[in-house]
């Protein structure tokens, strides 16, 4: 049964302080007489560009042969599920992470040049200056479609000011996405912020009515409840079955990051790393609410734009977790050792493991007459690929989702050396409708997408 009324897109769930968005649902389509066909062209298209540091153990990463034939490596292998809606990309260089006569720093650009494709001003006090990244070209377009012109999170803060790499400002090893030349766009790392300002009403009243909330200790849907039963009233089965679920995952969510912030006294942190106030203590749980919240953003249109940054580059955290007490940073630096070589794919191994999750997460959500990874393009890679030899040339770059039905997934593609990174991203902002004739480096939209 499809929904009895026709919803605006933009419609939100309102009550006491809160603002939240609603998933695609039946009844927002302009008509009844719509063929699936027809509703998934006007699925919106999102975009994401998750970002993982110091590069990857090549020999564990790259396949060995190239088309719809690629064998999965080690690395890989957790996304053996996705491997249709999987395009492996290598060739694609970042040169602009190059040192070009500026000398060390190498981490400080392969960050602050990885979305820019420009070269950063070698700086460590306040005249730093890159360029504006593609995610937020795509923003300034696409933002006046949603709530949230684009979200940034991660899961390591950072420094703004100082030097932190080779006399390069802890800007360019923090941040990913640039609003301007001169400013970059701050990631949240506490999911508790992220949640708020995803579902929160941004209206002046906004501070108080959050406080009078808190203190009842209402959760957000409690305020928006009869709005949301009002709604669901007047829709069809599917529409209604389709927002119950959605209204249960933000329920859900809000439920563990206060269980988080609840028992965050009684866990033991970290040795020697400086874990943010409200924040999971436990990194795999981290890297879990922040791609849980990233995917209802893109659900309820919230945003259609995203950086997620893993680790900061450079960042020499441990994983005990999985067997490895040594930092990332310097098992990066192996010097071709073995048991280094194998602890570096470890890593390598539980970021793909994460990634595996958040686009589980996007393809458990229907949308139209397929799913939700069916209408992103999830960028997954570093701007390092052997963090030995410090090279930013074969980078190790994922791409996942078809882009709306404009990618063709499930191989391997192998570009010629030096191809700029710059001109796949070109290519995507094509497909976001937001043509665009130069970024960075770039020398034209890559071919053999499609």
């Known amino acids: 049964m499809t929904s009895r009324l026709t919803i605006p897109r933009r419609k939100v769930l309102q009550g006491f302080g809160a603002c939240v968005a609603l998933p695609w649902l039946e009844g927002m389509m302009a008509g009844a007489a719509q063929t699936a066909s027809d509703a998934a062209t006007e699925m919106p298209r999102r975009a994401a560009f998750l970002y993982v540091p110091n590069g990857v153990s090549m020999d564990h990463w790259r396949p060995k042969t190239s088309g719809d034939d690629f064998e999965l490596t080690t690395t890989l292998q957790p996304l053996a599920e996705f491997r249709n809606q999987m395009m492996v990309i290598s060739g694609l260089t970042l040169d602009k992470a190059r040192d070009h006569g500026d000398g060390g720093g190498d981490h400080a650009r392969a960050l602050s040049a990885f979305l820019t494709c420009c070269q950063p001003r070698k700086t460590s006090g306040a005249d730093i200056r890159v360029g504006v990244s593609v995610d937020q070209i795509a923003a300034w377009k ?22 932190c790499d080779s006399g390069y400002s802890c800007a360019y090893s923090n941040n990913i996405s640039w609003r301007t030349e001169n400013t970059p766009q701050a990631k949240e790392v506490n ?18 009515d959050r406080e009078k909330r808190l203190a009842l200790k209402k959760s957000i849907l409690d305020t928006v409840h009869a709005d949301a039963n009002r709604l669901s009233s007047r829709l069809g089965l599917s529409d209604q079955r389709k927002l119950d679920e959605y209204l249960t995952s933000v329920r859900e969510l809000e439920q563990r990051i ?30 879990q609410v922040m791609s849980d919240m990233l995917v209802l953003a893109f659900q309820s249109d919230t945003t259609r734009v995203s950086t997620f940054i893993f680790a900061n580059e450079g960042s020499n ?3 005990p977790f999985v067997g490895v007490s040594e930092g990332h940073h310097d098992l990066s630096h ?51 690929s052997d963090g030995n030899k410090h090279n930013h040339e074969d980078l190790p770059i994922l791409l ?43 020398s034209g939209k890559l071919v053999d997408l499609t």
């Open 142 to 163: 696409l933002g006046d479609m949603t709530r949230l012109p684009s979200l940034e999170i991660g899961c390591d803060a950072g420094n703004q000011v100082g030097n």
């Open 400 to 442: 996942f989702g078809n882009g709306g039905g404009t990618i063709r997934s499930g191989r391997h593609v192998c570009y010629p050396n030096e191809t700029p990174l710059a001109n796949l991203y070109l290519s995507m902002l094509e497909r976001l409708g937001v043509p665009t004739e130069k970024l960075g480096d770039s």
């Open 317 to 319: 955290r441990s994983y």
């Open 334 to 384: 192996h010097q071709d050792e073995a048991e280094k070589i194998a602890k570096l794919a470890t890593i390598n191994l539980f970021h793909t493991e994460r990634l595996a999750y958040l686009l589980n997460r996007l393809k458990s959500v229907t949308e139209g007459n397929g799913t939700l990874l069916d209408n992103c393009m999830i960028v997954y890679g570093s701007g390092i």
């Open 258 to 287: 206060q269980r988080s912030e609840q028992f965050k006294d009684q866990k033991v942190s970290v040795p020697d790393y400086p874990v943010p106030a409200g924040i999971p203590d436990d990194y795999k749980e981290h890297l």
């Open 191 to 208: 999911p508790r912020l992220v949640f708020e300002r995803l579902f929160l009403d941004e209206s002046g009243t906004t501070a108080k």
